[in-house]
């Protein structure tokens, strides 16, 4: 974990897409910002760095500790203790913390999916806890903005699920269901050999609609109250949107590249979105 450096350099050495919309936040949402994602970034650093399961299992515990004693203003992480400032500001509930540590920890002990509901479980944990700790930072007049959140942070983690299918297989994560492998006619072996086939796009094709559908309940739910105050969240939403599309022009060949988008185009996106405001449309799948 990065404990030395502060929350601004932890996101700016992260080279995140997040980093395009804080950049346009009032400067204490930004500030605060930038302390929810260096949290969230040193939490996933302990499951995604080196070391085997007992270290790592050993290490989220300690971090699970040392974030309690945090909210109370009381760790040795300069971090944690920051958090808990930018929690009573903004009056983050504490369980978006927790949950997240949850996500985390079921990628130590998970490394396969059965079924959309178990998946849906973990894109929660580790993304949609993000939007709604995100959502308080922002601001809200409307309930419903907060499913939003949920829904928007599902839609990005499934995207991020298909756009690391090849990356994700290679250290032994599988985040698709076994119940579209065994829906499509593809198996474990063919994704862990990087197996391009018509069964592999069909199944991808499923997987790419159905993050379609996350981010079209995300924009049904979003207040038209608040579309200025979430402008950072809907440019998210353009960038990620604008990767799934273009995985799905590329006819989902995602074990020949890690399939992205230039700096331009998400400053562009950037910028369009700011300025415009709008509420987002969203083509229909072909």
């Keep these: 974990m990065q404990q030395a450096d502060s929350a601004a350099d932890i996101t700016r050495k992260s080279k995140t897409n997040f980093m395009v919309s804080f950049a346009m936040l009032p400067e204490h949402k930004r500030d605060a910002i930038h302390t929810v994602y260096a949290f969230c970034r040193c939490t996933d650093d302990i499951v995604d760095e080196e070391g085997d ?105 499934l995207t991020n699920i298909v756009r690391d299918v090849k990356a994700d297989a290679q250290i032994g994560r599988i985040y698709l269901p076994k119940e579209d492998f065994d829906r499509f006619g593809y198996s474990y072996e063919e994704i862990l050999a990087s197996t391009y086939n018509e069964n592999f796009v069909r199944m991808m094709r499923f997987q790419s609609q159905r993050a379609r559908e996350y981010y079209a309940k995300a924009r049904q739910s979003l207040a038209h109250e608040d579309h200025a105050a979430f402008f950072a969240a809907r440019i998210m939403d353009r960038i990620y949107y604008r990767i799934l599309q273009k995985i799905e022009q590329k006819q989902f060949a995602l074990f020949d590249e890690r399939i992205s988008i230039s700096s331009f185009a998400k400053f562009r996106i950037a910028a369009a979105e700011y300025l415009s405001r709008a509420p987002l449309q969203y083509a229909t799948i072909s």
Aim: aromatic letters at 12%; one cysteine or more; glycine letters at 4%.
């Design 53 to 157: 399961h007992a270290s790592k299992a050993h290490r989220l515990q300690k971090w699970t500790e040392e974030l309690e004693k945090g909210l109370r203003n009381e760790s040795s992480h300069a971090l944690l203790n920051q958090l808990s400032v930018i929690a009573d500001r903004f009056s983050i509930p504490a369980v978006h913390f927790f949950d997240l540590i949850r996500g985390m920890r079921m990628d130590l002990e998970k490394v396969r999916y059965d079924t959309f509901d178990e998946l849906y479980e973990y894109c929660y944990n580790v993304a949609s806890t993000v939007g709604l700790m995100c959502s308080e930072i922002f601001g809200y007049t409307k309930e419903s903005t907060k499913q939003y959140a949920i829904d928007l942070g599902i839609a990005l983690q």
